[in-house]
T-cell receptor, first 115, second 111 residues
Framework: GAGVSQSPSNKVTEKGKDVELRCDPISGHTALYWYRQSLGQGLEFLIYFQGNSAPDKSGLPSDRFSAERTGGSVSTLTIQRTQQEDSAVYLC?????????????FGPGTRLLVL | EDQVTQSPEALRLQEGESSSLNCSYTVSGLRGLFWYRQDPGKGPEFLFTLYSAGEEKEKERLKATLTKKESFLHITAPKPEDSATYLCAVQANTGGFKTIFGAGTRLFVKA
């Protein structure tokens, strides 16, 4: 069975451009999480989905960040008008359901560099 | 504010030299504490979940313990392949399923 996949694996963009990052969770997993990891730092929670709804958007750094999930599967994280401080690795994880006993399985991440 | 602090930032060991990594946490009611391993260029890999003080879990050379304020990841007789960053994370009872991570401990094991 395939694990969590993310695309693109690397993205270089210019300041001010919009970017879309994609996450394909493990089939059958209803919960999906987005995190950001800056160089040498731990993971920063951004948002999680249970099905298609996002009960907790508190981690989104600004209104330039948005995320959606359709069909209870693929999710897209969109960053508008990118800034240099948005440069980081964006990690996606999925779990069977949203619960503390449910293991989160992580994808390999998308490395975003904003010039 | 819920917070996770890991120490040391980096740890260098000789093969076979046992040691412990620390994770101190402050949460408004602990729902669960997690340990992950992260290799360079990869996403974190789940190791353990601990739910209540006094709980212990083991996997090969790793043993995780939990108190009301901190968790330890004990590494017994480490091997070079144990070299990685070890991340600690928590979920609070009042935070939905938001997971808060520490900055990690980078472990280097030399043969």
């Amino acid at each position: 069975g395939a694990g969590v996949s993310q695309s693109p694996s690397n993205k270089v963009t210019e300041k001010g451009k919009d970017v879309e990052l994609r996450c394909d969770p493990i089939s059958g997993h209803t919960a999906l999480y987005w995190y950001r990891q800056s160089l040498g730092q731990g993971l920063e929670f951004l948002i999680y989905f249970q099905g298609n709804s996002a009960p907790d958007k508190s981690g989104l750094p600004s209104d330039r960040f948005s995320a959606e999930r359709t069909g209870g599967s693929v999710s897209t994280l969109t960053i508008q008008r990118t800034q240099q401080e948005d440069s980081a690795v964006y990690l996606c994880a999925s779990s069977f359901s949203a619960g503390v006993s449910e293991t989160q399985y992580f994808g390999p991440g998308t490395r975003l560099l904003v010039l | 504010e819920d917070q996770v602090t890991q120490s040391p930032e980096a740890l260098r060991l000789q093969e076979g030299e046992s040691s412990s990594l620390n994770c101190s946490y402050t949460v408004s009611g602990l729902r669960g504490l997690f340990w992950y391993r992260q290799d360079p260029g990869k996403g974190p890999e789940f190791l353990f979940t601990l739910y209540s003080a006094g709980e212990e879990k083991e996997k090969e050379r790793l043993k995780a313990t939990l108190t009301k304020k901190e968790s330890f990841l004990h590494i017994t007789a480490p091997k070079p392949e144990d070299s990685a960053t070890y991340l600690c994370a928590v979920q609070a009872n009042t935070g939905g399923f938001k997971t808060i991570f520490g900055a990690g401990t980078r472990l280097f094991v030399k043969a």
